[in-house]
């Protein structure tokens, strides 16, 4: 089990785990887009560089695992600068959709820009890259291309978990985006879950665009003791008004430590921000 240092604290872990992980044991936040715990590592977002001692350049955090004796740093200057400039190369094209999207008030975006962004665009409106919006691509799933900021936690999902690859990388450069393949839409019973993992307001759900602002919404956990697994159940839905009664038509659920497979909307256990 390495011992190693991080921000100055000293932390021993399992062996072959990652910095980005080890971090989160010990409640040092790195910033990250692309990792999920349930999925491979992509790293592709480079939103979790820290400064690593004696390795030249920044390293990804979470695909760089923990050794004997080595010195981390999250919350230097080089670090700093580093992560905002990942952010801001991530919105020079995202579109000023804020006030209208369903993803508003627990968006990975929004969280990260006010505590490592803050800063002025350097990109006119006008030059943003325009992509199609508003798609229905099969299940319970919209998909607003324009929002996408390329995590790929969607396509690893379908690749791994569903094995049904509906969703690709498809163009280049800064016209890069995903999509369903043509003529192909989505089709398996945890489509649901793209909503849940996206980090950003992307793919969203058919049955909840629109319904209710989640400051709105109020959380409410049950047992399911029917469940094999000893599953819980996790109901988010409009709190109650001043007159007493709950609007239960706005509701969000998801399933946790089960596999069941109901309909298409139907979430196996993945949550965004793990």
Known sequence: MPTFLINGMSATVSEGTTILNAANEIGVEIPHYCYHPKLSIAGNCRMCLVEVEKFPKLQTACSTVVTEGMVVRTDTEKVRKA??????FILIHHPIDCPICDQAGECGLQNYY???????SRYA???KVHKKKVQDIGGQIVLDAERCILCSRCVRFLREVTGTCEMEFFNRGDHSE???YPGKPLANNYTGNL???CPVGALTSKDFRFKCRVWFLRRSTRSAPAAPTGATSTRTSRATSSTGSSRAATTRSTRRGCATSGGSNTRRPTRPGS
């Open 178 to 180: 995903i999509s369903i």
């Open 114 to 120: 006010m505590k490592f962004g803050l800063h002025k």
């Open 125 to 127: 409106l006008e030059d």
């Open 195 to 197: 909503a849940d993992i």
């Open 83 to 88: 992560v905002t400039g990942v952010l801001e």
